[in-house]
């Protein structure tokens, strides 16, 4: 099958049926079946699905990846891990800091200094090894993403563009 742009009724009710059933996020199904969300989306929408609201998912999100973790979850939205710890200054209205604070913490022996961000040099947020983390000013880590997001930007335009040729022909 081709996964841009042939979908069987039975595959679309795959979709439906793992997202209603709480078991998958669009998130997680770009993933499973490297599909754009935009497209999963469109798909769940034109099979009559109810979209989740943004706090909605984000609560899938955390109790899917919550269970027998033992305090310890990934969010499904924006890739961190995040473990429980109440009494953290960073932890969030539920008390899950995210974990690459805490292991940059530790290893460095100190916090996280004002005014600054704990960045995966890598790029993957749920690789939280120590040589794997930095601290920055945010002023400096938007500097550095600017390159990145302008080079995605022109090869997704390079991607629409070849498409379009190929649906063209």
């Not at 973790?69 to 961190?80: E, M, Q």
């Not at 090894?129 to 930007?153: C, F, G, T, V």
Request: net charge positive.
């Amino acid at each position: 099958m081709n996964k841009k742009y042939d979908f069987t009724d039975d595959f679309v009710q795959t979709l439906v049926h793992e997202y209603s059933s709480g078991e998958e996020s669009t998130t997680s199904l770009h993933k499973k079946y490297e599909i754009d969300t935009r497209t999963i989306t469109r798909l769940l929408h034109k099979a009559g699905q109810k979209m989740r609201t943004r706090s909605e998912a984000d609560h899938v999100g955390f109790i899917h990846q919550r269970k027998g973790n033992g305090g310890r979850y990934k969010d499904l939205t924006h890739g961190y891990i995040f473990v429980k710890i109440p009494n953290h200054p960073k932890a969030n209205r539920r008390g899950y800091v995210p974990e690459h604070i805490i292991i940059w913490e530790k290893s460095n022996g100190t916090v996280v200094p004002k005014g600054c961000i704990i960045h995966h040099l890598n790029g993957k947020k749920d690789d939280n090894k120590p040589d794997n983390l930095i601290s920055m000013k945010k002023s400096e880590h938007i500097q550095q993403a600017e390159p990145y997001k302008r080079r995605i930007k022109e090869l997704e335009d390079e991607i629409i563009l070849l498409c379009t040729a190929l649906i063209c022909k």
